[in-house]
């Protein structure tokens, strides 16, 4: 229970430590919030920020989700409890992202740190979820949509990793509850996105 513990706590202030606000203070102090939809994700960051720090906050996104995967592994290597574990801290790492700690419990929509779990658990996934990405803003052209369809792809991505019998069928139970805290975070966007009133996100453009 002392693993299970600290390693959510782990993951849950890995996911806190949001992206955009790390590449704004390198930008000469910005506070990415203050600039654009106010959002503390890598799209606002790419749409007030521009192309590079979008990218590196979407990455640093990423990585959160990825390491607090590679951090429950290191906590309870060998531990029976290892699977539940990787669940805990993945869910924890979204709901850091897009309620953290160091921003009065607010922050993005939990897409980016969505992608690293889901990498951290099957490497093979990167190859059709870290290009979706740049694929979503650049031809769907909503952020939101693009992250509601993330949300979707990974819990079937790892229903067909746990159905080739290369995973456990426990993670599913990671995505399905990261799906949800990314649904709850877009609220306002599925609003728009109905209403036709949703700003189209800008192009990512990787020349």
């Not at 990261?178 to 877009?186: K, M, T």
């Amino acid at each position: 229970m002392l693993e299970l513990a600290v390693k959510t706590l782990i993951a849950y202030l890995l996911g806190s430590a949001l992206g955009s606000l790390i590449v704004g203070r390198l930008r000469g102090g910005v506070d990415i919030r203050t600039m654009g939809s106010g959002n503390a994700g890598g799209t606002n960051a790419l749409r007030a920020g521009g192309r590079w720090a979008g990218i590196f906050t979407g990455l640093g996104d990423m990585a959160k989700g990825f390491l607090a995967i590679v951090v429950a592994r290191w906590i309870m290597d060998g531990s029976p409890n290892l699977v539940g574990g990787e669940v805990l801290a993945g869910i924890a790492a979204v709901i850091g992202h897009n309620a953290s700690i160091y921003l009065g419990f607010r922050g993005g929509a939990g897409t980016g740190p969505n992608i690293g779990v889901c990498v951290a658990l099957w490497p093979l996934s990167a190859l059709w979820l870290i290009p979706f990405v740049p694929f979503g803003l650049n031809v769907i052209r909503y952020a939101s949509l693009t992250s509601l369809i993330v949300a979707v792809i990974i819990p079937v991505t790892l229903a067909i990793r746990a159905a080739l019998g290369l995973g456990p069928w426990l993670h599913i139970v990671y995505s399905l509850v990261a799906a949800v805290a990314v649904v709850w975070a877009l609220r306002p966007n599925i609003k728009r996105l109905i209403n036709g009133t949703e700003p189209r996100a800008p192009k990512l453009d990787l020349k």
